[in-house]
């Protein structure tokens, strides 16, 4: 069980706004917009440097997350966690 307390309530009500609005533009593509649909592509790639990036703060954060309670979030494990945004670099934070 983890320790660390979750600080921003606004984040559940702004991520379902972020959903929302990827959905709404899947949507849009969907019904003919082609042109989009690179940009959706494009969209996809920034959410995923943006999820590294998330992770890589939460375990610099200064109660720093471990591996395990970033997984445990996701539905992954801890290596699977690791794997994807530990990167090759080996700082001692493999737990």
């Known amino acids: 069980m983890s320790t660390h307390r979750r600080n921003v ?13 990827v959905r709404a533009y899947a949507r849009r593509v969907a ?10 592509v494009a969209l996809s790639e920034d959410l995923d440097t943006a999820i590294g990036e998330a992770v890589t703060g939460l375990r610099s954060h200064r109660r720093r997350y471990s591996w395990e309670e970033i997984a445990s979030r996701l539905g992954i494990s801890r290596q699977a966690a690791h794997k994807r945004w530990g990167g090759d670099r080996h700082d001692g934070t493999d737990q």
């Open 9 to 21: 309530v606004e984040n559940d009500e702004f991520g379902a706004f972020a959903r929302r609005i």
């Open 31 to 40: 019904a003919g917009d082609i042109e989009a649909l690179a940009d959706m």
